[in-house]
């Protein structure tokens, strides 16, 4: 089973890098910004809530994100599963094929997230396999989100004080991430400036060596 954190700034290009590997790997995509903007179009309680801090380039809180991955895993729980085809089990995972495992993008974002996400995963008996950073600076990132403001509708990638906002909140809290992987031994560094495809042959590289020899 293959976990992979696809980490890195706004604007790093994890949206781009994950349609494609969700694609050669048969991945389940969770994306945390993906989820809340989601519970702000059904107009619920928690999107209510997340919209204000997100309007403000700032995190949403580490109880809420927790939340929502630990309700994504558990409605996905036979990702990954061996079980024969036409079993129960085998039914209930995703379009009952043979989904290959998560891809965590967007989160998490800050290292208490970090330590839910190992223990939820522990509790279903797996684990992250890798983490790849895609490294932009920040000139390059403010550029691509105001470009991306244009065409997304996204709020906040239309007001450059707010996108060094959220920089400046990745620099704090979401950069020691990168530190708990790289203590496991799981953090590999992509530079992700250049071709889009060339940076995700090099994802595919690093993705090979880090599933060699795993089960
Ligand atoms: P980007 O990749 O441009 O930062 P996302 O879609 O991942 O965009 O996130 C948009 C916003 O949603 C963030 O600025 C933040 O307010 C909130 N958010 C998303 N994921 C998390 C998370 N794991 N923890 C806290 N807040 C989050």
């Known amino acids: 089973m293959l976990n992979l954190v696809l980490f890195g700034p706004p604007g790093a290009g994890k949206g781009t890098q994950s349609e494609k590997l969700i694609r050669k790997y048969n991945l389940v995509h969770l994306s945390t910004g993906d989820l809340l903007r989601s519970q702000i179009v059904a107009g619920t309680e928690l999107g ?22 630990e309700y994504k895993l558990r409605e996905n729980q036979s990702v ?19 989904v290959g495992g998560f891809i965590f993008d967007g989160f998490p974002r800050t290292v208490p997230q970090a330590e839910a996400l190992d223990q939820l995963l522990t509790h279903y008996n797996t684990r992250i396999s890798t983490m790849v950073a895609l490294v932009v600076d920040d000139e390059e990132l403010t550029r691509r989100l105001l470009k991306r403001g244009e065409t997304s509708g996204r709020p906040d990638d239309q007001n450059e004080d707010l996108i060094r906002r959220r920089v400046t909140e990745y620099n704090s809290k979401t950069r020691p991430v990168a530190d708990y992987y790289s203590q496991q031994g799981k953090y590999v560094a992509i530079d992700g400036i250049g071709d889009v495809e060339a940076i995700f042959e090099t994802i595919c590289g690093e993705i090979q060596k880090a599933t060699v020899g795993a089960e």
């Open 80 to 98: 990954g599963a061996t079980a024969p085809a036409g079993t129960p089990e085998r039914d209930r995972s995703v379009g009952a094929t043979s």
């Open 48 to 69: 209510v809530q997340a919209k204000q801090l997100m309007d403000q380039g700032l995190l949403v809180s580490d109880e809420v994100v927790i939340g929502m991955i």
